[in-house]
């Protein structure tokens, strides 16, 4: 049964690795190579969102022979502008990695 009241953001959505048909939901500029689920996590919590449950045992539906993850979270603002406030914090905790 669908849950209207919650949000499920995938670790695909971020892979600066995949095309678009195959799950990147942003673009390139938005996104990083091979995110892991702790630092989507991360990314999260720093963008002000509560995390509601979370599996790193999933596969993703587009990709089914790899591993993949997701997080929920409640549903507070279009999805849309919820990837795009993680991917900012995203993008800069991985450019800050790298210097």
């Known amino acids: ?4 009241e919650h949000v499920v953001i995938w670790l695909d959505y971020f892979n ?8 990147r939901r942003l673009g390139l500029d938005k996104c990083v190579f091979d995110p ?9 919590k720093s963008a002000g969102f509560k ?8 596969r993703f539906p587009k990709r089914p022979f790899v591993r993949s993850g997701y997080l929920v979270l409640p549903k507070g603002s279009p999805k849309t ?12 905790k991985r450019s800050k990695q790298s210097k």
């Open 81 to 92: 502008k919820i990837l795009n406030k993680i991917s900012e914090k995203l993008v800069s």
């Open 51 to 58: 995390i509601t449950e979370y599996d790193d045992k999933v």
């Open 16 to 23: 600066k690795n995949l095309k678009k048909s195959k799950g």
């Open 1 to 4: 049964m669908k849950d209207y």
């Open 36 to 44: 892991s689920l702790k630092e989507l996590m991360d990314a999260t």
